[in-house]
């Protein structure tokens, strides 16, 4: 196998565990020698890692995480939303306030 001549992405599936697996005892001074030698970068190594970790969840976690994403954005936009009519409803009631103030110091407003 000359991996040198090989980009990262033209890795086979099983070649790319293998390498997880290999590196996966070394030290970091190690790990970057062996990718240097094998003609990818590190990122490369982590990237396949997290790909190998995410095919093992079951796929109804992975619909259960991504169901809770989306109920986070929704509870996130409601709140935001929320706050704002709170904002809305206490400016109102300022208002309504200083209107009846007003209306008791200086009395009704005259129709001309």
């Given amino acids: 196998?000359?991996?040198?001549?090989?980009?990262?992405?033209?890795?086979?599936?099983?070649e790319r565990i293998a390498a997880i697996i290999k590196t996966g005892s070394m030290t970091t001074e190690e790990c970057t020698a062996w990718c240097r030698k094998t003609g990818i970068f590190i990122h490369n190594l982590d990237q396949w890692k997290k790909d190998a970790i995410s095919a093992m969840i079951p796929k109804s976690n992975k619909e259960q995480i991504e169901k809770d994403r989306n109920f986070k954005k929704e509870i996130a936009a409601l709140k935001k939303d929320l706050s704002r009519k709170?904002?809305?409803?206490?400016?109102?009631?300022?208002?309504?306030?200083?209107?009846?103030?007003?209306?008791?110091?200086?009395?009704?407003?005259?129709?001309?």
């Fill in 1 to 14: 196998m000359k991996s040198k001549e090989k980009r990262p992405k033209d890795w086979a599936a099983e």
């Fill in 86 to 112: 709170d904002k809305a409803l206490a400016e109102t009631a300022a208002l309504l306030v200083l209107k009846k103030k007003a209306q008791e110091i200086w009395g009704e407003p005259e129709d001309d």
